[in-house]
C-alpha cells in the first residue's frame, strides 16, 4: 500500500498528495519554484534588477534555472494582452529585460504593428517598458506584434536578434459576457514547470470544450503566472490548440504573493469595465473563491490523486468542499464542464464531496478486509 504523505501546504491545508502529485518544488507558500523566478541568473542581483525581496537559496536556485529556460539571445521580451471598448484608447505594453547583464533595458526603441502597418514606435523607460496609446477601429481581436528596433548601447546589440514578441487586444462592448479560465491543472494538465521542459499535456478534452464555449462567451485566461512567461504560456495554449485569447498574468512581485488575493483584486478591476464576466473555472479552492467574491459562478476541477489509498485524505477533501459556497461548482473534468455550461447540468458540491466520503469509506474496508485477511 502506497503511503501519503502528511506535509500540507500553508495556504490550503491540504496534502500534495490530496489536492495535487506529490511536489518537490512547492515548498514555500505552496508556489512551484518556477513562479519565483526570484533570480533571473541564480544571483541575488537578479532580486535587485526586478526589485524583489531576497528569496531563500532553493527558491533561487529553482527560478534561475527557469528564467535561462525562457531567456532568448540573454534577454527576456514579451508584451502584454489587454482588453477594451471600442472607440476606447488603450496602451499596448511590452518589457525588455536583458538577463546577461541584469538591467532592465532603457532607450531601446520599439515598434508595435497591426499586420504591414507600424502603428508607431516607441523607447523604453527606465523599467524598460515600451508603451503606445492606440484606439481599436471597431470591435474584434488584434494581434499586434512588437519589435525591438534599436538599442542605444552597443552592449546591448544581442537584443536585437530576439525574436518579436505578440500582444492580443480584445475589443468587446461593455455588456460582453466572459468566462475566465486558469491555466496550471486546469487546461494544463500538470505545473507550469513542465510546460518549460515542454513535457506539458492539456487536459483530456480542454481544447476542444474551451473553443465550444468561445462560441457563446469571450474567453480570458487569467493565471497567476508571472510575466516572464508570458511568451511561453501563449505559446503553449497556441501549441495545443487553444483559442486564442487574452491571457492575463501577474507582475513579478504580485506572483509571489496571494493566489486567491491577485485572482480577486483583477476581476474587481476587470469587472469595472466587463461587469458581464460571470463564471470561472479552476483547480483551486482560492480560485474559485475568488470568482464567488466577484459574483461569479465558479467550478472546481479538483486536482488531487484520484489513485490515493489513505481514507482520510478524500474525508479531508470532503469536508472542504462541503464548505464551498452554493455558487460553486464541483466537477471531474471537461465533459462535465461542458454539460454544465452548455446544458445547465447541475454538478453540486455537496454530490461531490458524498462521492469522496464513500471512496474513503470504501477504502476503509478495504483495508480493514486486508488486516484481517493477514491476520
Known amino acids: 500500500m502506497r503511503k501519503s504523505t502528511k506535509v500540507f501546504s500553508r495556504t490550503t491545508g491540504v496534502s500534495p498528495v490530496l489536492y495535487g502529485r506529490r511536489r518537490t518544488c512547492r515548498t514555500w507558500a505552496r508556489r512551484p519554484c518556477y513562479i519565483l523566478l526570484a533570480v533571473l541568473i541564480v544571483s541575488a ?29 540573454g534577454t527576456l521580451f514579451y508584451a502584454f494582452d489587454t482588453l477594451t471598448h471600442p472607440n476606447k484608447s488603450t ?16 532607450k531601446a526603441t520599439v515598434e508595435f504593428s497591426l499586420g504591414k502597418e507600424s502603428l508607431g514606435e516607441v523607447l523604453t523607460d527606465k523599467d524598460g517598458y515600451a508603451r503606445l496609446k492606440w484606439e481599436a477601429p471597431k470591435a474584434g481581436d488584434y494581434e499586434i506584434k ?67 464555449l468561445a462560441k457563446k462567451y469571450g ?6 503566472r508571472p510575466d516572464l512567461l508570458g511568451n511561453k504560456s501563449k505559446n503553449w495554449l497556441t501549441d495545443n490548440g487553444f483559442v486564442r485569447a487574452p491571457l492575463l498574468v501577474s507582475s513579478f512581485k504580485q506572483s509571489i504573493g496571494d493566489s486567491k488575493k491577485f485572482k480577486s483584486g483583477r476581476l474587481k478591476e476587470l469587472r469595472k469595465d466587463f461587469p458581464n464576466i460571470r463564471i470561472g473555472i479552476g483547480d483551486k479552492i482560492g480560485d474559485v473563491e475568488a470568482y464567488v467574491e466577484n459574483d461569479m459562478t465558479g467550478y472546481l476541477i479538483p486536482n488531487y490523486d484520484r489513485d490515493d489509498d489513505d481514507a482520510d485524505d478524500f474525508r479531508k477533501l470532503a469536508k472542504k468542499i462541503r464548505k464551498l459556497d452554493k455558487r460553486i461548482h464541483v466537477v471531474d473534468g471537461w465533459d462535465e464542464i461542458r454539460a454544465a455550461i452548455l446544458t445547465d447540468k447541475k454538478f453540486t458540491a455537496t454530490a461531490y464531496a ?6 474513503a469509506k470504501k477504502l476503509k474496508e478495504e483495508k480493514k478486509k486486508k488486516d484481517d485477511d493477514d491476520d
Do not use: W
Open 45 to 73: 542581483a537578479c532580486f535587485s534588477a526586478v526589485g524583489c525581496k531576497l528569496p531563500s537559496f532553493g527558491q533561487a536556485v529553482g527560478a534561475g534555472a527557469d528564467a535561462i529556460k525562457i531567456a532568448e539571445h
Open 91 to 106: 496602451e499596448l505594453l511590452a518589457q525588455v529585460i536583458y538577463v546577461k547583464k541584469l538591467k532592465k533595458v532603457e
Open 146 to 212: 512588437v519589435k525591438i528596433k534599436a538599442v542605444d548601447d552597443d552592449d546591448y546589440k544581442e537584443i536585437l536578434k530576439t525574436t518579436p514578441a505578440s500582444l492580443l487586444v480584445s475589443v468587446r462592448p461593455k455588456d460582453a459576457r466572459f468566462i475566465v479560465i486558469d491555466l496550471d491543472h486546469t487546461v494544463v494538465a500538470s505545473s507550469f514547470f513542465k510546460v518549460l521542459t515542454s513535457g506539458a499535456k492539456p487536459m483530456p478534452k480542454a481544447d476542444g470544450v474551451v473553443g465550444e
Open 219 to 224: 474567453i480570458i485566461y487569467l493565471t497567476h
Open 354 to 359: 458524498n462521492r469522496l466520503e464513500a471512496r
